[in-house]
């Protein structure tokens, strides 16, 4: 897995460094603020971003934007001190593919980490539980234009797994007896349909609307 960092801290980035080296991930290029990750991530083509939010010359979050529009398939990971529930929700609306917290345990980050590649969400349970009770609620508001109508019987299935807590490509895969490749086609109609960046945002959105139900 490449990884790129993006933190203004260079002693965070050394540590960092050594503990994803230490597991084999490989660490192609490093960045002080949010331009340089930009450029970087460019002429690097890393798989997944570890974006500070706080950074000088450009923040996270509107480097994640604008990552997202440039290098849709990078995913991008906020690593962060930030405990407000607001850069959370902003971050995800970016594209961000997570959020993690800088005193995460190794474990869980690493667990978490590797679950990006095969399309999970990158959040905590807490964090996972917040971004569904903000969504449900109304908060955080996307596009009215968006048409959940459009979604076909078997995206709608696709999306109520998601709802439920069956979020990897795998499981997803294995409870609808079809292939991986399948239900990554299936996500991105259901991405692109409802104008959303992520499985976390979409999950958020039918909770929302009422799309789709949340089991009792």
Not at 50 to 56: C, E, I
Not at 85 to 110: V, W
Not at 117 to 126: H, M, N
Not at 135 to 148: A, K, L, M, N
Request: charged share 25%; glycine share 6%.
């Amino acid at each position: 897995m490449k990884i790129l960092l993006a933190d203004d801290h260079a002693l965070f980035r050394d540590s960092l460094r050594s503990l994803l080296e230490a597991r084999d991930f490989e660490v192609v290029g490093e960045a002080a603020n949010g331009r340089e990750a930009i450029e970087l991530a460019q002429a690097l083509g890393p798989e997944i971003v570890l974006m500070d939010l706080s950074m000088p010359v450009m923040n996270g979050l509107e480097a994640t934007r604008q990552l997202h529009s440039l290098l849709p398939d990078i995913r991008v990971v906020i690593l962060t001190a930030s405990m407000d529930d607001e850069d959370l929700f902003e971050a995800l609306r970016a594209g961000a593919q997570g959020y993690l917290m800088k005193n995460l345990e190794a474990d869980s980050f690493f667990s978490l980490l590797e679950g990006v590649l095969e399309g999970r969400p990158a959040l905590t349970p807490e964090l996972s539980r917040k971004v569904l009770q903000a969504f449900s609620q109304g908060t955080g508001r996307g596009s009215s234009q968006r048409d959940p109508d459009a979604l076909t019987e078997r995206e709608l299935e696709v999306l109520e797994l998601m709802v439920e807590g069956v979020t990897s490509n795998r499981q997803l895969a294995e409870q609808l007896g079809v292939s991986e490749n399948t239900i990554k086609f299936h996500v991105r109609n259901i991405l692109d349909k409802l104008r959303l960046h992520s499985r976390a945002q979409a999950v958020g959105y039918a909770l929302r609307e009422g799309v789709v139900k949340p089991q009792t």
